[in-house]
């Protein structure tokens, strides 16, 4: 009997990114959703000022980072086993109505610390999912040759919510206090939830179908396809979680016995297994094993000058407040020039080197903005650490999207996510009392020694060297 095998339907392509509604749909809900969460952040720390001493309320804002950290690798196994869709819109959700009702209580009542400190918590708990799913929602919604100018709109959008948000919390507060801005933000991260719902799930290959090459060692990886083809499997679920068999999903397969007898029943895969599994990937892949330590180095050495060490250093020059400012916004501008660049090319050739050579020149910058004595001269020097640190970090980015396999894109994400967020903010009480025992140039110098050490990596690792975005 002849089977004949009818190959799955191909969707035409959407075009370019910035014209597929698709796309737009879900950067409209991720705009939003951002520039709620800058309200937010604006409204807990009013109402925390108000509400007790400064150590308290600085204890307020910090709390929500040690459950995010802790907790960020389990997210990412959730948003792979559920879908990153139904994760991102389940977070938003729960966001939504906690930060609704704590307006809702401040309107009426003064609750004190206790209540900003519980919602704090509870967004720490709900950003360990949310983040590892909106990094893999992109993979879902586009093309793998629109990811990197995916990318590039989404440091834009990031931009656009730093710039309006910190004003816009600012005029809650002035209007009506905190409650007012905390209303504000919850209704601004409630306009994401029906524009998610509203954006269609591209079919999901099976693991292994991205990069044959990388998962052929590991053990569960039985499912694979030539590396740069697509894979033709069995689609995903329609939310973007991978389909059941998958090696990575909850269902994952034992192979039948070679002796003929009886097949081994299917064994339900645990959310540790797929923890490791995630990890055992990452370890193996020739390209995202060194980018992430690539983004390590370059965090390392970046967020310490640039936040605590530039307060630091703009006081000990004398420019002041306004000074810092102008330096601050320079950075901002070179960063989103940076954006707006991959999001209008799309890509760019020979990503990885370009990416290492943009990380060395951001971190002699780093190093030189210690040594200029003027205003004038380190706005200049901000704005090419902006372009060249935000031109290195987008093309990183754009790397770790195009080079993952979607099922395991959520966990790549969580890995990179708690290198950001959790080692790198680790730098900046060190970097303080470093300047206050050496002085901000040998500090500084330092750092962009860490910098330029990612850079290094890059260059030096063959595969992330001549890794390219699909164009």
């Known amino acids: 009997m002849t089977t004949t095998v009818i190959p799955p339907a191909v969707r035409p392509p959407a075009g370019p990114a910035h014209r597929d509604g698709n796309v737009l749909r879900w950067l409209g809900a991720y705009t939003a959703s951002m520039i709620g969460d800058n309200v937010f952040y604006i409204a807990l720390s009013w109402a925390a000022v108000r509400s007790g001493t400064p150590s308290q309320a600085g204890l307020v804002m910090a709390v929500s980072a040690v459950p995010r950290a802790l907790l960020m690798l389990g997210g990412g196994v959730v948003a ?34 206790w209540l900003l400190a519980l919602l704090a918590v509870v967004f720490g708990i709900v950003d360990a999912v949310f983040m590892p799913a909106v990094g893999a929602l992109p993979a879902r919604v586009t093309g793998r040759d629109q990811l990197a100018r995916v990318q590039g709109m989404r440091g834009l959008a990031v931009r656009f ?5 910190a004003p816009l919390g600012g005029l809650g507060v002035a209007l009506g206090g905190s409650a007012t801005a905390f209303a504000l933000a919850g209704l601004l991260i409630a306009v994401s939830v029906p524009l998610l719902i509203s954006v269609r799930m591209r079919e999901t290959p099976p693991a292994g179908g991205a990069d044959a090459a990388n998962t052929a060692n590991m053990a569960d990886a039985a499912n694979t396809a030539p590396a740069g083809a697509e894979a033709v499997g069995p689609p995903g679920d329609p939310d973007g979680s991978p389909a059941r068999g998958d090696a990575s999903g909850p269902h994952a397969r034992v192979p039948d016995a070679e002796d003929g007898a009886a097949a081994v029943p299917e064994r339900p ?3 540790w297994r797929d923890l490791r599994d995630g990890l055992r990937y990452i370890r193996g892949h020739r ?15 970046f967020v310490g000058p640039l936040n605590v060490g530039l307060a630091l250093l703009a006081d000990r020059r004398g420019w002041g407040a306004s000074g810092m400012g102008l330096v601050v916004a320079a950075f901002g501008a070179g960063a989103g020039a940076a954006a707006l660049l ?19 020149g951001g971190s002699v910058a780093i190093g030189a903005l210690a040594q200029v004595p003027g205003v004038g001269a380190a706005v200049g020097v901000a704005l090419a650490i902006g372009l060249l640190a935000g031109l290195s970090g987008a093309l990183c980015g754009a790397l770790l999207q195009t080079q993952s396999d979607p099922a395991y894109l959520g966990r790549v994400t969580a890995v990179a996510g708690i290198v950001s967020l ?42 992330l060297r001549r890794a390219e975005l699909p164009r």
């Not at 390209?287 to 050495?301: K, M, R, S």
């Not at 991959?342 to 990416?355: C, E, H």
């Open 287 to 301: 390209v995202l094993a060194p980018l992430i330590v690539t983004i390590a180095l370059g965090d390392l050495g």
């Open 80 to 113: 792979d086993r559920f879908g990153p869709r139904r994760v991102v819109i389940g977070s938003d959700a729960v966001r939504c109505a906690a930060v609704l009702t704590v307006a809702a209580l401040l309107f009426v009542a003064h609750p004190g610390l």
């Open 342 to 360: 991959l999001a209008w090319r799309g890509t760019l050739p020979r990503a990885g080197s370009a990416g290492a050579a943009a990380l060395l």
């Open 422 to 463: 959790g080692l790198a903010p680790l730098s900046m009480p060190l970097t303080a009392a470093a300047i206050g025992w050496w002085g901000t140039g040998p500090v500084f110098a330092g750092s962009a020694v860490v910098c330029g050490l990612g850079g290094v990596v890059a260059l030096a690792v063959r595969d």
């Open 161 to 165: 919510a730093n710039v309006v948000g």
């Open 269 to 271: 895969a645990t959310a």
